[in-house]
């Protein structure tokens, strides 16, 4: 895969770097041609994804601990590590960890402070483990910015669709930047009645790649209409975040900015009970 890899570098270093509504990037075409239909022919069957509420989401972790990947056939496993590893970790993060870190840092000093956002930084950024996502016609996702900790979120999509209601992923403006009153996955209109304009759509084709940097205004959702999507087809992208190689949110929470604190007070919260219930807990008998 080195002469794949090779050419990715090359196209996500000379991609370029759009600033509305948001930075971000996209690439039609990711991978060679062979090299893209030998990693999507290794997505597994839906029978080892797992299910949610929703009956047109299903998610499946690349992690060899998860108990739904680890059961999915070897060469699937296989081709999909090496891609986490090799394409994502090792190739695709460091380039846009430095072509994208203008916007990155902009939005982590919103979000955590300028003198933290400095330190999360210099320490440096890596990809998220990331999932396969199998969206089937129906799904919706409002929009919405990622958990707050994600410096860029990346996508790379693997079924087409024949037109903006059959699957696209939707860029928004929003008439204000929203003030994150908490850190976690933010739904900007539900949580402070802003509104957002559609800027630009993305249909969903195959080795389409996007990547953008993550931050308050950093709206996007996804549509896959049911009246207009055959209702037997699935869409699937594979997305990984970077985020900050070392981050410690229960040590650094105290050194935030009073906006910054209240954003994290959730989060933080939730850490700690779960800490405190973890020693509480009588030790497993053997």
Known sequence: MPDALEQ???????????????????IRQLLPPDAFAELSAAIPPLEYFRA????????????ELDEHFSRAPQGSQAAWLEARDGLFRDTVAPILARRLEDGIRHSYAYVFGEEVAD???????APT????????????LRPHSDSAHFAVT??????????????????????????????????????????????KSIEVGENVFVAFVNGPRSLHGFHV???????????FVYQCHLRPRHFDLNELYGRFDAPARSR???????????????????????
């Not at 000379?14 to 990037?25: C, L, Q, T, V, Y």
């Not at 209409?225 to 869409?235: C, L, P, V």
């Not at 994290?264 to 053997?286: H, L």
Request: proline share 6%; aromatic share 6%.
């Open 8 to 26: 990715v570098r090359q196209r996500v270093e000379s991609a370029p770097i759009h600033e509305d509504p948001f930075p971000h990037i996209e």
């Open 52 to 63: 949610a509420k929703s009956e047109t989401k299903l998610d499946l972790d690349i992690a």
């Open 119 to 125: 330190e999360l930084l210099d320490s440096g950024l």
């Open 129 to 140: 483990q990331g999932r396969i996502m199998c969206r089937k016609p129906g799904y919706k």
């Open 154 to 199: 990346c996508l790379l999509y693997f079924s087409s669709a024949r037109d903006l209601d059959t699957g696209a992923l939707s860029l928004y403006r929003p008439e204000r930047t929203p003030e994150l009153r908490h850190a976690s996955t933010y739904y900007a209109e539900k949580e402070e009645g802003i509104a957002a304009e559609a800027v």
């Open 225 to 235: 209409d049911r009246k207009q999507a055959d209702e037997t087809f699935s869409r």
């Open 264 to 286: 994290w007070e959730r989060k933080v919260g939730r850490i700690r009970s779960e800490s405190s219930d973890d020693v509480q807990s009588p030790a497993p008998r053997s």
